[in-house]
């Protein structure tokens, strides 16, 4: 009998999460030189990361030899300001995926079972399974959250919901009277986890005010990111704000430094660079716009996105990748979701944007 064989069997089932093909991978696999390479397929921002953020990455570097603030006062303050909440209300994550694990680690446990939709984030089962609980996954309603459906699934031994608005992949948005609505119907004692990691891609039409919605239930935990709109995939740091009593357990089984002294300083800049964060909506809604016209103009059928990134339907979505990827262009397949005849592409620079949609035209001929 081997050490591997001695985990517990729901560890040993679990399928690990694929992210999105590295630039420099595909620069080996295809002996394409890394600078013509076009990355579309991980969500991130076409613009980098802001001036502000940057300057105070770089001036974080003067003291890594120190240990980062555990308790990560700077960026609380500037996020308690910003959000119009108390520090205690916020816990502070490895990027967001951290702080969905900290979810599970605080709230499930064999025996118990987290709610969630189909075409969703491929990290809630992931979150949900490694602690032994159980998934249950709702069908999906035109590829988004079935909202009745989803409450009708809760059992007795459900603890957590789990809801991504925008959806990734699909792009799919609920409204926030439906989503308000949903709120006053789930039962107290279970914990709706509204993933909010585009929420700052939503146009003014679709905004609603989830933060004002923690004075009313204390079971709702809304969860943030860095990684998108303000360009800081690379140092990760995402943030949940909930209920003190929720944020008090999910801070016990947080690890002491979970979040970098760089990427705490470049955070705290990045709150305040809002020409920064308008000019990144700008050019994901130019980009949007002259992505979902080319498809139309191929034929192809696309699902309406409220994010940085648009799902698209190829059939072939194998042939297609490897043609797209033979180009040096690189998107997202999401066979993995259960979407085998679709992909994925991230909104880029208005360059990158065309570079693809010629690759994909001679993909598709």
């Not at 809801?163 to 948005?173: E, V």
């Not at 943030?224 to 949940?240: D, E, I, M, Q």
């Not at 955070?267 to 994901?284: H, P, Y």
């Amino acid at each position: 009998m081997s050490v591997a064989s001695q985990a517990p069997d729901y560890i040993r089932a679990i399928s690990p999460y694929q992210p999105g093909k590295p630039i420099t991978e595909l620069a080996r696999e295809m002996a394409i030189p890394e600078a013509s390479i076009v990355k579309l397929a991980s969500n991130e921002n076409p613009l980098g990361m802001s001036p502000l953020a940057r300057d105070a990455a770089l001036g974080a570097l003067g003291s890594i030899e120190r240990y980062p603030d555990g308790n990560g006062f700077a960026l609380k303050q500037a996020l308690s300001a910003r959000l119009g909440v108390k520090a205690d209300q916020l816990v502070l994550g490895n990027g967001s995926n951290d702080v969905l694990e900290l979810v599970a680690r605080a709230f499930l446990a064999p025996g118990h079972s987290a709610v969630f939709s189909r075409y969703a984030f491929a990290v809630y089962p992931l979150a949900v399974n490694a602690v032994g609980a159980r998934g249950i996954e709702v069908p999906a309603r035109r590829y988004g959250h079935d909202l009745d459906a989803m409450l009708a699934a809760i059992r007795t031994d459900t603890r957590v919901v789990f809801i991504a608005n925008p959806n990734n992949p699909t792009g799919t948005f609920i409204g926030g009277d439906e989503l308000e609505a949903f709120l006053t119907r789930v039962p107290a004692d279970v914990l709706v986890v509204l993933d909010e990691a585009y929420t700052e891609y939503l146009n003014p039409a679709q905004r609603y005010d989830s933060i004002a919605w923690l004075a009313r239930f204390p079971n709702l935990l809304v969860s943030r990111t860095f990684s998108k709109a303000y360009g800081l995939a690379g140092l990760r740091v995402g943030y949940g704000i909930a209920h003190p009593e929720v944020a008090d357990l999910m801070n016990r089984v947080r690890q002491p430094f979970n979040v970098s002294s760089v990427a705490l300083a470049a955070a705290t800049a990045a709150l305040g660079d809002e020409e920064f964060l308008a000019q990144s909506a700008r050019i994901n809604e130019r980009g949007m716009a002259q992505i979902t016209e080319a498809l139309a103009e191929l034929g192809l059928e696309w699902i309406p996105s409220a994010g940085n990134f648009v799902t698209f339907k190829v059939g072939d979505s194998a042939t297609i990748n490897a043609a797209l990827l033979r180009q040096g262009v690189i998107v997202r397949p999401i066979g993995g979701y259960g979407m085998p005849e679709w992909l994925r592409v991230s909104i880029g620079l208005p360059e990158e944007n065309n570079r693809f949609i010629a690759a994909l035209r001679q993909a598709l001929a």
